[in-house]
């Protein structure tokens, strides 16, 4: 079964860059597109982006300047960099599968990451 | 952006009752939806896709119905289980836009 887990820091100052690790096994992400969402407190839920089983990204317009996905194949994991965060950064962070090139078949339990000083 | 209205946001009922949640888009979508649930502690679960098509695993007490900018989720006769949140999900086109939820609980 495809077990997708998130990792990383839970609080991260202002300014600074927020990077999480989504550790995937049972599947490889070589293939299907595997991606990153948030919920804000309140559960508005945000759609962040994504990276293919052949690398290429896709990103929200709100976010392109600050967001990078990237992946390492040989420990099947992907990660999520945000830069330059601020409070309304603060969310809960989940990785994700596509089970086609949009729709999100797998979620990862989340992270809680805070934003503050 | 497709803008999701979800609604309601809250809904109690009791076991053994149906119950329907509403979802709309501000533009047509095609049958491009899915309806999603999520309990604490647990991983999202897809239920149906393609606006009514059940997810392997899905139980036959859920169903979906619409198309273009109208979608419904309904639950019939509901198990404790199935209390949790709801919350639907456009993917005709990006970015994905999501529904606010709904919150089901125990009447």
């Known amino acids: 079964e495809v077990q997708l887990q998130e990792s990383g820091p839970g609080l991260v100052k202002p300014s600074q860059s927020l990077s999480l690790t989504c550790s995937v096994t049972?599947?490889?992400?070589?293939?299907?597109?595997w991606g990153w969402i948030r919920k804000f407190p309140g559960n508005k839920m945000e759609w962040m982006g994504y990276?293919?089983?052949?690398?290429?990204?896709s990103y929200n317009p709100s976010l392109k300047s600050r967001i990078s996905i990237t992946r390492d194949t040989s420990k099947n994991q992907f990660f999520l960099q945000l830069n330059s965060v601020t409070t309304e950064d603060t969310a809960t962070y989940y990785c994700?599968?596509?089970?086609?090139?949009?729709?999100?078949?797998?979620w990862g339990q989340g992270v809680m990451v805070t934003v503050s000083s | 952006d497709v803008q999701m209205t979800q609604s309601p946001s809250y809904l109690a009922a009791s076991p053994g009752e149906s119950v329907s949640i509403s979802c709309k888009a501000s533009?047509?979508?095609?049958?491009?939806l899915a309806w999603y649930q999520e309990k604490p502690g647990k991983a999202n679960k897809l239920l149906i896709h393609?606006?009514?098509t059940l997810q392997s695993g899905t139980p036959s007490r859920f169903s979906g119905s619409g198309s273009g900018t109208d979608f419904t989720l309904t639950i019939r006769s509901l198990e404790s289980e199935d209390f949790a949140v709801y919350y639907c999900?456009?993917?005709?086109?990006?970015?994905?836009?999501f529904g606010s939820g709904t919150k089901l609980e125990i009447k």
């Open positions: 994700a599968r596509y089970k086609s090139s949009s729709l999100v078949d797998y």
């Open positions: 049972g599947y490889s992400i070589t293939s299907n597109y």
């Open positions: 990276i293919s089983y052949s690398g290429s990204t």
């Open positions: 533009k047509s979508i095609s049958n491009n």
């Open positions: 393609s606006g009514s």
């Open positions: 999900q456009q993917y005709n086109e990006y970015p994905l836009t």
